[in-house]
T-cell receptor
Framework: SQTIHQWPATLVQPVGSPLSLECTVE??????LYWYRQAAGRGLQLLFY??????ISSEVPQNLSASRPQDRQFILSSKKLLLSDSGFYLC?????????????FGSGTQLSVL | GDSVTQMEGPVTLSEEAFLTINCTYT??????LFWYVQYPGEGLQLLLK?????DKGSNKGFEATYRKETTSFHLEKGSVQVSDSAVYFC???????????FGAGTRLAVHP
């Protein structure tokens, strides 16, 4: 069966420090991968998605970047965190296929930038 | 652009009460519609979905009907349980790559 791992679960970082959040998927190949963020009191916002190794699409301009060095690995990074980067970050995957395929989510990372 | 609007929470109900969580959407074309649920301490998981107008998605006693004329996908359950306490997200997917656009989420608290 397929599983998705995301870590760490919580992270407290000072402003200006770097960030690296990692997500890995098991039990499937060539998935679409996604990074979402939920800021306090707001819905989930799609940040990045990837349809293959090295292929990253950004949905909103921001202080973050994403990379996909391996088929089932998706990394969210920042060189210098801002206060506004605080939020709940969720990684997800979906099988390639017909429209309406469901997404499978990781358990999320609560990031607090102080 | 496409968007999803959900009723604000929290929604507080007694066990066995009837639940409705309203969801409306704005989209061009014919999106697929979803309800996801996030239980305390867990990630989001799909609750139900509908891919075309008049489809009814159902799961675990929850139902939602894709209403194109009112651009709505309201979530209902006839008798809630304490274990239904969670945050519920309405979402739509349109176009390629199955990118989801979410509503803000509605927290449901069910008391015995």
């Amino acid at each position: 069966s397929q599983t998705i791992h995301q870590w760490p679960a919580t992270l407290v970082q000072p402003v200006g420090s770097p960030l690296s959040l990692e997500c890995t998927v098991e039990g499937t190949s060539n998935p679409n991968l996604y990074w979402y963020r939920q800021a306090a009191g707001r819905g989930l916002q799609l940040l990045f998605y990837s349809v293959g190794i090295g292929q990253i699409s950004s949905e909103v301009p921001q202080n973050l970047s994403a990379s996909r060095p391996q088929d089932r690995q998706f990394i969210l990074s920042s060189k210098k965190l801002l206060l506004s980067d605080s939020g709940f970050y969720l990684c997800a995957w979906a099988a390639k296929g017909s429209p309406g395929e469901k997404l499978f989510f990781g358990s999320g990372t609560q990031l607090s930038v102080l | 652009g496409d968007s999803v609007t959900q009723m604000e929470g929290p929604v507080t109900l007694s066990e066995e009460a009837f639940l409705t969580i309203n969801c409306t959407y704005t989209a061009t074309g014919y999106p697929s519609l979803f309800w996801y649920v996030q239980y305390p301490g867990e990630g989001l998981q799909l609750l139900l979905k509908a891919t075309k107008a008049d489809d009814k998605g159902s799961n675990k006693g929850f139902e939602a009907t894709y209403r194109k004329e009112t651009t709505s996908f309201h979530l209902e359950k006839g008798s809630v349980q304490v274990s239904d306490s969670a945050v519920y997200f309405c979402a739509l997917s349109q176009g390629g790559y199955n990118k989801l656009i979410f509503g803000a989420g509605t927290r449901l608290a069910v008391h015995p």
